[in-house]
């Protein structure tokens, strides 16, 4: 089983995943534009005992304004990055971490994208990620 390793930029925060993704996708989404302050996100899904805090201290956001536990959106406490999250119904057991704090270039690739029909027009993909309109 693979090794992960996430860090978010000051290094403070850091996550270890074994196991492999169970889901891999770009967004670009105006929303994911915002919380990433990039032209898209990358968000992969692993099982969540799979996913081990190794170090640091992280702030939580509730994105639905309830405090849930299984809906929420978690970043380091000194520099505000190394995202993960929980999407609750929207794929129960599990973590969402942002793609890019692994800085791996091996990293699996994702196989689609949401919401192409938002991105900027100056985004291109590999032909092989499959795009959805989302619209
Ligand atoms: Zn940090
Ligand atoms: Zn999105």
Known sequence: ??????????????????????HNHICTCRRCQRASGSALSHNVWFREENVRVVSGDYSVWYPQGESTADVMKAFCRICGGGGFSKSGAYFPGS?????????DPSFPAPDHVHWWNSRPHWIDLAEAIQRHADE
Do not use: N, Q, W, Y
């Not at 973590?95 to 800085?103: E, K, L, N, R």
């Open 1 to 22: 089983m693979p090794i992960f390793h996430a860090k978010c930029s000051c290094g403070a925060l850091s996550l270890e995943v074994d196991g492999d993704p169970l």
């Open 95 to 103: 973590v969402v971490i942002a793609g890019g704090t692994f800085a």
